[in-house]
């Protein structure tokens, strides 16, 4: 019997499957790049109803993170500031802050007709995420961490993908990011900006003792020679360098304040 079908088409069906792995492959990794947080929300920046320039108020003049965002320290969540934090400072009766500006005009609105300013929430962690800002705050995250550089943006933007990866890579190395309390609202915050010797005292005045202290830096067993500050100060000098390191810091911060940051589903899933 004769071949109706040319030699050729015997391998179609093998070039088939071929084309539709490379396909599959294809759109999973496309999937997982473009599906996932760090594609979809890092960049994120809203035009706000007034605009409030962060780069001016935190970055030029200095204001403290905590004069709007006022219950960050003692509340799960970051509060909104109310449109009389604005008028403080902006209102007619109040002060001489361009408060005729046309670009404030909503803030004297709102403060005549008491309807609060509606604001675009930036950063939106779902209904089923737990999340507590004060319990990070208290326990040495600053808002650099998870917010980024707010002090340089004129716009607030989301700079971090905030997924679930990049919360437990925090969890999994909280030394990473945690530090003085005095330094959490100081975005400009640098480790090597730290006095060393100051460090190591205030950590001592909140309890921690120098055979503590001298076995987190040498990591072994109590080292004979930290008798006393300076020679805590020369250990940490000898292990980590001239200047003030992150690890440094995170490993004392971690050990001393017992940050065992949880990592199974219960910890932000309740």
Request: aromatic share 8%; net charge positive.
């Amino acid at each position: 019997m004769g071949n109706y079908f040319p030699r050729w088409t015997n391998w179609v069906p093998l070039k088939i499957a071929i084309c539709l792995g490379f396909t599959v492959v294809g759109v999973v990794a496309a999937a997982n790049y473009y599906f996932t947080p760090k594609y979809t929300r890092v960049g994120y920046e809203p035009t706000q109803p007034v605009p409030f320039s962060h780069k001016m108020h935190v970055g030029e003049i200095g204001l403290d993170c905590r004069y709007c965002h006022s219950f960050v320290e003692v509340a799960g969540h970051s509060n909104v500031p109310t449109n009389q934090t604005c008028y403080n400072c902006h209102g007619p009766d109040r002060g001489q802050i361009k408060k005729e500006s046309a670009k404030l005009a909503l803030v004297r609105e709102a403060n005549v007709s008491g309807e609060p300013i509606k604001w675009t929430k930036v950063h939106k962690a779902p209904d089923y995420v737990y999340f507590n800002h004060s319990v990070h705050v208290n326990r040495g995250v600053s808002c650099v961490s998870c917010h980024g550089q707010v002090n340089e943006m004129e716009v607030v933007k989301q700079a971090e993908s905030q997924s679930m990866g990049w919360c437990l890579d925090c969890h999994r190395n909280p030394e990473n990011n945690l530090r003085p309390l005095d330094q959490i609202t100081n975005l400009n915050y640098k480790p090597e900006q730290l006095s060393r010797e100051e460090f190591y005292r205030n950590l001592m005045t909140r309890g921690a003792s120098l055979q503590s202290l001298g076995e987190e830096i040498s990591s072994s067993k109590p080292n004979k020679n930290v008798a006393n500050l300076e020679a805590l100060v020369e250990l940490a000098k000898n292990t980590y360098g001239p200047k003030v390191t992150q690890l440094e810091v995170g490993k004392q911060l971690k050990a001393n304040w017992k940050i065992h940051a949880t990592e199974d589903c219960s910890a932000c899933h309740r």
